[in-house]
């Protein structure tokens, strides 16, 4: 895309102010300062006009959307690492590269998965809702009665760079490391995880205490964990998912809490959000969380300078470091 001007650069939603200012620098970036997520039809009037457009994951660019695009569009340039939101095979048909921004995420996520496991092992919210609500009596030898991660199992469902990050923490707190992957991961990561592999999911998860869920959304993970899944764990699982909604039957795992086949769910995604099932929001064994897995301020910024690296490359002439080929499990 070698332009001796600056290139038309839609951009969906509002990025972080250092962000944008180096978008108006660099480019011809049209910014949307309402922070309003755009409708089917804007995102098509966009994709008609932009040379760049810069999506997050609330923008659904479906192949709709990619056939509205103009010959000017060469480059979709996510803001975000997930890109199950882009129909990347009708980006492929049309000759538009896309790009994502990997890896930055990876602690942050991480860092959120450990705060779920706690809160959920260890009534952390119910704890907070009966102080403020006033409902603590004082301290008794069986009030808020939790369990110990210490010596558990927990069962990583996508050992990649979130799942690795996320064994490394767990280790600290004396969990026993497992993981279903495709394929094993290198044996110096095994080692160093002491993680054992487990090529069938069911037998992994009939034996944890723990589960996470760390994996991409894609055909193959739709539903991962499905009805007949929740009847092979055993009671006192927690669940927990900071990866993609869609990897879990939200409504199996609605009936499983509900029924008492497992113990409890920590959650930051959700199928269809951002709408939330109303069945989840009143089951007292459930952590809930806004889709805040990687909202820190060092992520965001980390995420707008691959995304304006990306364009910068592309606009230069050269293959963009981090085009997606292919998402796999």
């Known amino acids: 895309m070698p332009n001796s001007g600056k290139p038309h ?9 250092l962000t944008e200012t180096r978008m108006r620098e660099l480019f011809r970036a049209e910014l949307n300062l309402t922070d309003t997520p755009m409708t089917a039809v804007e995102l098509k009037a966009a994709v008609a006009e932009a040379e760049v457009l810069v999506p997050t994951v609330t923008d659904k660019i479906d192949a709709s959307v990619i056939a509205a695009a103009g010959e000017k569009l060469k480059l979709i340039a996510s803001f975000g690492t997930g890109v199950d939101h882009i129909d990347l095979a009708a980006a492929k048909a049309k000759g538009i590269t896309v790009t994502n921004t990997p890896g930055v995420l990876t602690e942050d996520t991480a860092d959120m998965t450990l705060a779920l496991i706690l809160a959920a092992s260890r009534r952390l919210v119910e704890g907070v809702r009966a102080m403020k609500e006033g409902n603590w009596t004082g301290w008794s030898p069986t009030g808020m009665l939790g369990h110990r991660l210490h010596g558990k199992r927990l069962g990583i469902i996508g050992m990649g760079r979130s ?28 080692t160093e995880l002491e993680a054992t592999y487990w090529e069938s ?7 944890m205490d723990i589960i996470s869920i760390n994996c991409p959304h894609t055909p193959a993970t739709y539903h991962l964990l499905s009805a007949r899944r929740f009847k092979l ?11 993609r909604g869609e990897v879990i039957d939200e409504t199996a795992l609605i009936e499983a809490l509900e029924t008492g086949e497992i ?8 199928e269809h959000e951002p709408a939330v099932n109303k069945r989840l929001k009143i089951l007292p ?16 910024l980390a995420m ?5 690296i990306n364009i910068k490359t592309m606009v230069d002439g050269h293959s963009p470091p981090d085009k997606v080929i292919a998402t796999m499990f």
Not at 9 to 17: F, H, N, W, Y
Not at 263 to 270: C, E, F, H, S, W
């Open 201 to 207: 999911l069911d037998q992994m998860l009939a034996r």
């Open 285 to 300: 064994n459930v952590v809930l969380l806004p889709h805040m897995g990687s909202a820190t301020t060092e992520g965001r």
């Open 233 to 243: 764990l055993q009671p006192h699982t927690i669940v927990v998912n900071t990866a």
């Open 304 to 308: 707008g300078e691959r995304v304006l």
């Open 163 to 190: 799942g690795a990050a996320v064994a490394r923490r767990a280790r600290g707190f004396g969990l026993s490391i497992h993981y279903h992957n495709r394929r094993p991961v290198h044996e110096e990561l095994e």
């Open 9 to 17: 650069v839609i951009i969906t939603r509002k990025l972080p102010d």
């Open 263 to 270: 113990a409890g769910a920590a959650l930051d995604v959700y």
